[in-house]
């Protein structure tokens, strides 16, 4: 079954929506996730007051957002013998448990993103990913994590690209053994070729060139296998769409062949089809594994989703931090004070409800399916029972919705949740027979996002 929508603009502020049953699936999809890093860093270090109904918040499905998926950031650890610049939260610990050694590593060097880990399992989580914003600073060539003596150089030195690779894998094979769910991919850097990434800086980070990019995934993929893990390496972890496109079509075969999955940041996402043609050219599967932003409406965030669902058609869709300091609060779902003066107290956010229309009703393993409005995601259920669409508005319309072609003693009920900005994630209509003429007419409040549940 396939949900096609076909919209006519009318001469009023209305759209009629034709929805059929047809026969074309676009992916499937494995779920919606964060990145633990900064907040867990924190949080989980914090009173149990706090970060217990965090992580429900989080990652439990009945009390909240549901995530499945969590990014592991493997810290490099700031040289104790240089004036840190790096914010408070931003100082990963490195896992090591003397300077210049990989052969004794601790998760216990890093407890809070280790609690973190731990709960968001035991909570239904079942898929990591590990990831490095910067070597240890004892293999860089400023001895800092915070990037090169110039912006655009690469800092890793090449004498210790597998050091660092074993670096990666003895990390993620604690992190297995620790949470007893696989990782399914390493991610060795993180946009690589951003320029800002200079020492000083405020958070880990390291410029890769195409060619040491290159030789470090060569080093990884034979440590990979020389570990026996049974994971792959996601790469190239861009901060555009665009730069990702780039960096795939300047790759050897070689260096291809070694990529399990493509992974891009959509903080700039022109050309976004650009890049899944790529994908699928190559035979690729694509996450989008970072994304976030300053508007506290949630907007921007529902129409960025919509447009990586269905440009990208990525199997999975992150956020960059699901909690977010006080300093900066439209950036997160959650927020908290994570830098200084700690307490328990945080609070939720209206972009937490935004989140909520989509991960709440779009589960890991339904599938996409097409579905010509912009403005609009369709999913269904693996056994095809439910479907849900999710529609961001701008501009207040109503839709005339009509359900063309369907079997009325397959559907049984009909749900409406919207959220804007005086309702969060409300039920707003609710149908237990098929409408008359299976037509149902729906009012879009202006900056909204509505999410029709059909089971």
Known sequence: MVIELVSKLLGEPSKDLEISTRATVVSTFEGWGTSLAWFANVVGTGPISQKEPIADLLFDVEQGLGLNIVRYNIGGGENPNMGVTLEPRACIPGLYTSA??????SLEQDSGQLWFLHAAVKRGVDRMEAFSNSPPYFMTKSGSVTGARKSSENNLREDQLDNFAEYLCKSTQLLESSCHIPCQSIEPFNEPLSSWWKLGGRQEGCYFD?????????????????ANLDCGIAAPDTYSTEEARRLLNKYSSQTLSQLYRINTHTYSAKGRKNLYDICSKRRKSLWVSEYGDNDGSGISLAQTI????????????????????SSAPHWGFLVCNLNQNRDDSFSIQKKFYIMLQFSKFIRPGFQQVYIEDDRTVAFRSPDG???????????????????KDWDRNSFAQISVYRTSSHENMERIAFYQRWPLQRRLSLFMTSNSVTTIAIS
Do not use: C, G
Not at 215 to 225: A, G
Not at 307 to 323: C, G, M
């Open 100 to 105: 210049h050694q990989v052969s004794s590593l």
């Open 210 to 226: 195409i060619r040491l990019q290159e030789k470090m995934i060569n080093s990884l993929y034979y440590h990979i296998r020389k």
């Open 306 to 325: 919509i447009s990586d669902l269905k440009e990208l058609n990525p199997t999975a869709w992150i956020y960059w931090q699901a909690v977010e300091d």
């Open 385 to 403: 029972t439910k479907i849900v669409l999710v529609h961001v508005q701008r501009q207040q319309m109503t839709y005339h919705l009509y359900f």
